[in-house]
């Protein structure tokens, strides 16, 4: 994969494979359903690819590191999926209808600031370092928005690694979450990252 070796794709899919099960762990809790994330796959794209996966409109979660990482991470959610996880979180049977409110996107960055709070504790184990986020900044778009989508990156560049998830919510969600950051930030994680002996 020209701009990653296969070293680095094996560690970062290692990365996000411990991170997100600590982050489906914590999920799991606040749904009270199973959450199941399947091993990530991990792929180099450029910018404008980004949003290839989705249709119409979905929900940018973007989280800034504030200590140990320099940079900012963004996950892309469907709309159906948020509905859904937000009426779990309010102890209802999993709607997925209706529009997508400012309740639903303060929901949708609770829940992604305890599951990616969870994901920052594995990254510090596995780096032997502080990671620490900011709280989860929470944008509705619509796919053909990409000037919206541009803004949300403080990187000029066109290379970002991609790790698209398979993510069940017990019978009630089966979707794919993607996990989007620029190279560079990929290549710091890289030589950070120091093996468990």
Do not use: W
Request: net charge negative; aromatic share 6%.
């Amino acid at each position: 994969m020209a701009g990653l070796t296969q070293e680095q794709i094996d560690i970062l899919g290692e990365i996000a494979n411990i991170s997100m099960g600590s982050a489906a762990t914590n999920l799991s809790v606040m749904l009270n359903q199973r959450v199941d994330i399947t091993t990530p796959k991990v792929s180099l794209i450029n910018r404008s690819a980004a949003l290839d996966d989705y249709e119409k409109t979905c929900i940018f979660v973007q989280i800034h590191y504030i200590k140990g990482l320099t940079g900012n991470n963004i996950f892309i959610l469907k709309e159906p999926d948020i509905l859904c996880m937000t009426d779990l979180m309010m102890g209802g049977a999993g709607n997925k209808e209706g529009e997508v409110t400012e309740l639903h996107m303060s929901a949708a960055s609770e829940a992604m600031n305890q599951m990616m709070g969870a994901s920052s504790t594995s990254m510090s184990s596995m780096m032997n370092m502080v990671v620490d986020i900011s709280t989860p900044e929470v944008n509705r778009i619509d796919v053909d928005s990409v000037k919206t989508f541009e803004k949300m990156f403080e990187s000029k560049e066109n290379d970002f690694v991609k790790i698209t998830f398979h993510m069940e919510v017990g019978d009630l969600i089966d979707s794919i979450m993607v996990q989007l950051y620029p190279l560079h930030f990929a290549e710091e994680m890289c030589q950070k990252f120091t093996p468990k002996k």
